[in-house]
Nanobody, 114 residues
């Protein structure tokens, strides 16, 4: 059984930083690419960043240069370091893994506001 648990969201001022964490329970972490998505009110869920088994990362254009995805295979954990946060980054952030089907965490709220 695969479970994803995110943490680290919160309220931050524009220009600030947050680090999100996602722990995967199950045996697939060392076999799967990991993803971070986000969904803002009234908008579709969008892929923010993805990281492969060997650590190769890809980013949405909107976050490139500001966000960094990383993984610790020993801890079954994927991270999203977010710097230079802007109000348009406000969303619920979800951890995702695809292993024959999509698995999602419960989401963590990130609010960027002064």
């Amino acid at each position: 059984q695969v479970q994803l648990v995110e943490s680290g969201g919160g309220l931050v001022q524009p220009g600030g930083s947050l680090t999100l964490s996602c722990v995967l329970s199950g045996d697939i972490f060392n076999y799967a690419d990991m993803n971070w998505y986000r969904q803002a009110p009234g908008r579709e869920r969008e892929l923010v960043a993805e990281i492969s088994l060997n650590g190769a990362a890809k980013y949405a254009n909107s976050v490139k240069g500001r966000f960094t995805i990383s993984r610790d295979n020993a801890k079954n954990t994927v991270y999203l370091q977010m710097n230079g946060l802007m109000p348009e980054d406000t969303a619920v952030y979800y951890c995702n893994v695809y292993w024959f089907t999509d698995y999602w965490g419960q989401g963590t709220q990130v609010t960027v506001s002064s």
